[in-house]
Protein backbone atom coordinates (compact mmCIF):
# COMPACT_ATOMS: atom_id res chain seq x y z
CA UNK A 1 0.00 0.00 0.00
CA UNK A 2 1.77 3.08 -0.98
CA UNK A 3 1.16 6.06 1.32
CA UNK A 4 1.51 10.22 1.04
CA UNK A 5 3.25 12.24 2.93
CA UNK A 6 0.64 12.92 5.06
CA UNK A 7 -0.37 9.11 5.89
CA UNK A 8 3.36 8.28 6.68
CA UNK A 9 3.82 10.54 8.87
CA UNK A 10 0.59 10.15 10.76
CA UNK A 11 1.21 6.38 11.14
CA UNK A 12 4.51 6.74 11.85
CA UNK A 13 3.05 9.38 15.13
CA UNK A 14 0.51 6.57 15.75
CA UNK A 15 2.89 4.11 16.01
CA UNK A 16 4.97 6.16 18.63
CA UNK A 17 2.34 7.21 20.63
CA UNK A 18 1.38 3.16 20.74
CA UNK A 19 4.65 2.11 21.69
CA UNK A 20 5.18 4.81 24.43
CA UNK A 21 1.53 3.71 26.01
CA UNK A 22 2.14 0.03 25.44
CA UNK A 23 5.71 -0.35 26.28
CA UNK A 24 5.87 1.34 29.85
CA UNK A 25 5.39 -2.54 31.79
CA UNK A 26 8.14 -3.90 28.97
CA UNK A 27 10.86 -1.39 30.54
CA UNK A 28 10.34 -2.09 33.87
CA UNK A 29 10.97 -5.69 32.93
CA UNK A 30 13.77 -4.69 31.64
CA UNK A 31 15.01 -3.00 34.51
CA UNK A 32 13.87 -6.03 37.14
CA UNK A 33 15.63 -8.36 35.37
CA UNK A 34 19.04 -6.77 35.24
CA UNK A 35 18.67 -4.87 38.89
CA UNK A 36 21.26 -7.07 40.67
CA UNK A 37 23.86 -7.14 38.44
CA UNK A 38 27.07 -4.89 38.82
CA UNK A 39 26.43 -1.37 37.49
CA UNK A 40 29.03 -1.82 34.71
CA UNK A 41 27.61 -4.82 33.52
CA UNK A 42 23.69 -3.68 34.21
CA UNK A 43 23.94 -1.41 31.36
CA UNK A 44 25.38 -3.66 28.80
CA UNK A 45 22.99 -6.87 29.39
CA UNK A 46 19.80 -3.35 29.00
CA UNK A 47 21.60 -1.71 25.83
CA UNK A 48 22.22 -5.49 24.17
CA UNK A 49 19.01 -6.94 25.95
CA UNK A 50 16.97 -4.26 24.24
CA UNK A 51 18.81 -4.35 20.72
CA UNK A 52 17.64 -8.32 21.05
CA UNK A 53 14.27 -7.23 21.86
CA UNK A 54 14.04 -4.92 19.34
CA UNK A 55 15.01 -7.38 16.59
CA UNK A 56 12.47 -9.83 18.48
CA UNK A 57 10.29 -7.43 17.45
CA UNK A 58 10.73 -6.08 14.24
CA UNK A 59 11.01 -9.86 13.18
CA UNK A 60 7.38 -10.18 14.72
CA UNK A 61 5.98 -7.60 13.38
CA UNK A 62 7.43 -8.11 9.65
CA UNK A 63 5.76 -11.54 9.97
CA UNK A 64 2.49 -9.75 10.94
CA UNK A 65 2.19 -7.23 8.61
CA UNK A 66 2.83 -10.11 6.07
CA UNK A 67 0.07 -12.08 7.59
CA UNK A 68 -2.17 -9.13 7.76
CA UNK A 69 -2.13 -8.65 3.80
CA UNK A 70 -4.24 -11.96 3.76
CA UNK A 71 -8.16 -11.55 3.42
CA UNK A 72 -10.27 -11.45 6.62
CA UNK A 73 -6.98 -11.34 9.18
CA UNK A 74 -6.89 -7.67 9.08
CA UNK A 75 -10.37 -7.24 10.18
CA UNK A 76 -9.69 -10.05 13.11
CA UNK A 77 -6.66 -8.24 14.06
CA UNK A 78 -8.40 -4.85 14.30
CA UNK A 79 -11.41 -6.68 16.27
CA UNK A 80 -8.26 -7.90 18.58
CA UNK A 81 -7.42 -4.37 19.33
CA UNK A 82 -10.24 -3.07 20.25
CA UNK A 83 -10.11 -5.42 24.09
CA UNK A 84 -6.42 -3.88 24.48
CA UNK A 85 -7.60 -0.09 23.78
CA UNK A 86 -10.10 -1.29 26.48
CA UNK A 87 -8.12 -2.41 29.19
CA UNK A 88 -5.47 0.47 29.15
CA UNK A 89 -8.26 2.59 30.19
CA UNK A 90 -9.52 0.21 33.27
CA UNK A 91 -7.43 0.38 36.87
CA UNK A 92 -5.36 -2.13 36.81
CA UNK A 93 -4.23 -4.20 40.36
CA UNK A 94 -0.80 -3.30 42.16
CA UNK A 95 0.45 -6.78 41.30
CA UNK A 96 4.35 -6.52 41.74
CA UNK A 97 6.30 -7.83 38.18
CA UNK A 98 7.16 -11.70 38.87
CA UNK A 99 10.50 -11.34 37.29
CA UNK A 100 13.46 -12.86 38.50
CA UNK A 101 16.84 -10.89 38.64
CA UNK A 102 19.02 -12.33 36.62
CA UNK A 103 22.30 -13.53 37.93
CA UNK A 104 24.49 -12.89 34.75
CA UNK A 105 24.71 -10.53 31.79
CA UNK A 106 23.64 -13.80 29.47
CA UNK A 107 20.92 -14.44 31.88
CA UNK A 108 19.89 -10.94 31.65
CA UNK A 109 19.78 -10.39 28.06
CA UNK A 110 18.19 -13.85 27.83
CA UNK A 111 15.50 -12.72 30.30
CA UNK A 112 14.88 -9.23 28.58
CA UNK A 113 14.54 -11.00 24.74
CA UNK A 114 12.09 -13.57 26.18
CA UNK A 115 9.78 -11.22 28.48
CA UNK A 116 9.78 -8.44 25.77
CA UNK A 117 8.76 -11.31 23.47
CA UNK A 118 5.74 -12.44 25.49
CA UNK A 119 4.63 -9.06 26.94
CA UNK A 120 4.75 -7.25 23.80
CA UNK A 121 2.17 -9.21 21.02
CA UNK A 122 -0.30 -6.32 21.70
CA UNK A 123 2.55 -3.70 20.65
CA UNK A 124 3.26 -6.12 17.70
CA UNK A 125 -0.60 -6.38 16.47
CA UNK A 126 -1.07 -2.52 16.67
CA UNK A 127 2.16 -1.44 15.38
CA UNK A 128 1.39 -3.61 12.30
CA UNK A 129 -2.09 -1.87 12.13
CA UNK A 130 -1.16 1.17 12.02
CA UNK A 131 1.51 0.28 10.03
CA UNK A 132 -0.64 -0.29 7.09
CA UNK A 133 2.01 -2.58 4.85
CA UNK A 134 4.84 -0.43 5.49
CA UNK A 135 7.91 -2.14 7.25
CA UNK A 136 9.91 1.52 6.87
CA UNK A 137 7.21 2.93 9.34
CA UNK A 138 8.08 0.19 12.01
CA UNK A 139 11.64 0.33 11.66
CA UNK A 140 11.68 4.39 12.36
CA UNK A 141 8.94 4.08 14.87
CA UNK A 142 10.77 1.55 17.14
CA UNK A 143 14.26 3.34 16.49
CA UNK A 144 12.43 6.83 17.84
CA UNK A 145 10.22 5.32 20.64
CA UNK A 146 12.15 2.63 22.26
CA UNK A 147 15.23 4.51 23.39
CA UNK A 148 12.85 7.22 25.06
CA UNK A 149 10.96 3.44 26.35
CA UNK A 150 13.90 2.12 27.79
CA UNK A 151 15.77 5.21 29.27
CA UNK A 152 12.77 7.19 30.33
CA UNK A 153 10.39 4.73 31.61
CA UNK A 154 10.04 6.13 35.70
CA UNK A 155 9.53 9.92 33.29
CA UNK A 156 7.25 8.48 30.91
CA UNK A 157 4.95 6.69 33.91
CA UNK A 158 5.17 9.46 36.30
CA UNK A 159 3.20 11.31 33.20
CA UNK A 160 1.24 9.31 32.46
CA UNK A 161 0.14 9.11 36.17
CA UNK A 162 0.20 12.61 36.49
CA UNK A 163 -1.72 13.71 33.04
CA UNK A 164 -4.43 10.56 32.60
CA UNK A 165 -5.14 11.77 28.89
CA UNK A 166 -2.26 10.27 27.65
CA UNK A 167 -3.57 7.03 28.21
CA UNK A 168 -6.48 8.24 26.31
CA UNK A 169 -4.56 9.08 23.75
CA UNK A 170 -3.21 6.09 23.43
CA UNK A 171 -6.53 4.06 23.64
CA UNK A 172 -8.12 6.28 21.02
CA UNK A 173 -5.13 5.86 18.48
CA UNK A 174 -5.15 1.65 19.46
CA UNK A 175 -8.91 2.18 18.08
CA UNK A 176 -8.56 4.82 15.42
CA UNK A 177 -5.79 1.81 14.53
CA UNK A 178 -8.73 -0.95 14.97
CA UNK A 179 -11.06 0.94 12.77
CA UNK A 180 -8.60 1.43 9.87
CA UNK A 181 -7.60 -2.14 9.82
CA UNK A 182 -10.91 -3.23 9.68
CA UNK A 183 -11.81 -0.46 6.81
CA UNK A 184 -8.48 -1.71 4.81
CA UNK A 185 -9.49 -5.33 5.00
CA UNK A 186 -9.94 -6.98 1.50
CA UNK A 187 -13.33 -8.38 2.08
CA UNK A 188 -14.83 -5.09 3.34
CA UNK A 189 -12.91 -2.57 1.75
CA UNK A 190 -14.78 -2.09 -1.63
CA UNK A 191 -17.76 -0.99 0.50
CA UNK A 192 -15.51 1.51 2.34
CA UNK A 193 -13.88 2.82 -0.66
CA UNK A 194 -17.86 3.12 -2.45
CA UNK A 195 -19.02 4.39 0.77
CA UNK A 196 -16.02 7.34 1.94
CA UNK A 197 -18.36 8.73 4.89
CA UNK A 198 -18.25 5.48 6.54
CA UNK A 199 -14.59 4.76 7.06
CA UNK A 200 -14.48 8.19 8.98
CA UNK A 201 -18.02 6.98 11.04
CA UNK A 202 -16.50 3.90 11.87
CA UNK A 203 -13.35 6.08 13.20
CA UNK A 204 -15.88 8.48 14.95
CA UNK A 205 -17.81 5.14 16.68
CA UNK A 206 -14.62 3.36 17.72
CA UNK A 207 -12.79 5.61 19.17
CA UNK A 208 -15.89 7.39 20.90
CA UNK A 209 -16.85 4.10 21.88
CA UNK A 210 -14.08 2.98 23.37
CA UNK A 211 -13.23 6.14 25.40
CA UNK A 212 -16.04 7.78 26.39
CA UNK A 213 -16.89 3.96 27.30
CA UNK A 214 -13.99 3.54 29.16
CA UNK A 215 -14.00 6.83 30.97
CA UNK A 216 -17.45 5.93 31.86
CA UNK A 217 -16.80 2.85 33.20
CA UNK A 218 -14.11 3.67 35.01
CA UNK A 219 -15.63 6.33 36.88
CA UNK A 220 -18.59 4.16 37.87
CA UNK A 221 -15.89 1.64 39.45
CA UNK A 222 -14.58 4.56 41.33
CA UNK A 223 -17.68 5.74 42.87
CA UNK A 224 -18.45 2.34 43.37
CA UNK A 225 -15.23 2.41 45.88
CA UNK A 226 -15.80 5.28 47.25
CA UNK A 227 -19.25 4.45 48.67
CA UNK A 228 -18.16 1.40 49.80
Known amino acids: MELTGADFLSGLLAIILLDLVLAGDNAIVIALA ?3 LPRDIQTRAIVWGTAGAVAVRLLLTGVVVFLLELPGLMMAGGLLLLPIAWKLLQPQPNTPHEVAA ?8 RTIIVADALMGMDNVLAIAGAAKGQLLLVVLGLAISVPLVVWGSTLLLRLIERFPLI ?3 GAGAIAWTSARMISHDQWVSPWFEAHAWAAYALDVLLVTGVCLGGWLVRRMRERRQTTA
Open 34 to 36: ARN
Open 102 to 109: ASSFWAAM
Open 167 to 169: IYL
